[in-house]
């Protein structure tokens, strides 16, 4: 994968990641994405008797007498309850027939069953098992870390990219957190609804109360968590590779005379940085190998026959040794040797 692609490709993640997340977060605001829910009850066959349902002489009396000392039994229109009630992430929704009602978001919420369908005020109001109450305190415990979990989510998925501008791996290490964190809130959320619901449908089912999970924000949670492994992985061959959406700044590279290797690597992100020799003479630089002109002149200056002849150039040429570059003085080519304007290692007149 080339370079460009690593660039891109991890920017797109945090940008669909980011959607996913709003998605399940904003989920219940202003009455809508009611679908996406973390669990939702069925009340269409609430049913719970009356406290005193179950005394004869009342019940007798309630017959002679024509008047009921009995009491109705709690049904889904008489606690004035929803067909339906869907728990998201930071708010919840009454689903009637032909409007839908959520309530104000908030970070503190978390479902009550006694409370949110009015059980505290039925028969069966303070009667919660072991099993129910362990199961809210799980969950009761559990909520923010969920809630924070997708939050955190979400912005990490917006830092990343803007991270990238500087240095991909910030990005990375934003990625990688954001992983472990929604990821692991996903999947506390899936136990938790799990247990709740369960939970429910056990303690209620003979007042006709029934619960099911919602397999959306697990998914997209889930796949969010992927999205970020995946970018982080991007974001680190990104790294490796040198580059970023700006550059950085240069690496030096050291050439050896007389070859083509750099210590070092790497480079900016247009790739290897190219160092060439630079003459400097009376005090001054001229310019770098690559102008014609120039060339013309170090090939006089620097090569001249009458500057070598009758040295080491047949043996420096049998062993295939390079020739070292030789500055020269004001006096330009000369055989006489002035020491304070030339130096040769390899004279053996010196």
Not at 25 to 36: E, K, M, P, R
Not at 92 to 117: G, M, Q, Y
Request: aromatic letters at 10%; glycine letters at 10%.
């Amino acid at each position: 994968m080339s370079r460009g692609l690593f660039t891109v490709v991890p920017i797109i993640l945090n940008i669909t990641t980011l959607v996913l997340l709003c998605l399940v977060i904003f989920a219940g605001f202003n009455n809508g994405l009611t679908q996406i829910y973390w669990m939702k009850t069925d009340n269409t066959k609430l049913s719970i008797p009356s406290a005193l349902s179950d005394s004869k002489p009342l019940q007798d009396l309630s017959a002679f007498t024509g008047t009921d000392y009995v009491g109705s039994d709690s049904t889904a229109s008489t606690l004035t309850l929803p067909d339906q009630t869907s728990i998201h992430l930071l708010t919840e929704c009454s689903l009637f027939p032909s409007r839908t009602e959520c309530a104000k978001p908030d970070l503190n919420f978390w479902f009550r069953p006694e409370r949110d369908l009015k059980i505290s005020s039925t028969s069966r109001g303070g009667r919660e098992s072991v099993v129910l109450k362990d199961a809210l305190r799980s969950y009761s415990r559990s909520t923010r870390f969920i809630e924070w979990s997708f939050i955190i989510g979400a912005l990490c998925a917006l830092g990343a990219p803007l991270e990238s501008f500087f240095s991909p791996l910030f990005s990375s290490i934003t990625c990688a957190f954001a992983t472990v964190m929604l990821g692991a809130g996903t999947i506390t959320a899936a136990v938790v609804f799990k247990r709740l619901s369960d939970s429910i449908n056990d303690e209620f089912k003979e007042e006709g109360i029934t619960s099911q999970t919602g397999g959306i924000p697990i998914a997209f949670g889930m796949i969010g968590a992927g999205m970020f492994a995946l970018a982080t992985f991007c974001y680190v061959m990104l790294y490796r590779k040198g580059g970023g959406m700006l550059k950085s700044g240069n690496k030096v590279h050291a050439r050896s005379v007389g070859g083509d290797q750099y210590a070092g690597g790497g480079g900016g992100m247009f790739g290897r940085h190219q160092y060439v020799p630079i003459e400097k003479q009376n005090g001054q630089q001229q310019g770098v190998v690559g102008d014609r002109d120039l060339e013309r002149r170090l090939d006089d200056d620097w090569a001249a026959p009458d500057e070598y002849s009758g040295r080491n150039n047949n043996n420096n040429n049998a062993k295939g040794g390079s020739i070292p570059l030789v500055s020269l003085g004001a006096g330009g080519n000369k055989q006489t040797r002035d020491l304070n304007t030339a130096y040769e290692p390899y004279s053996r007149q010196i």
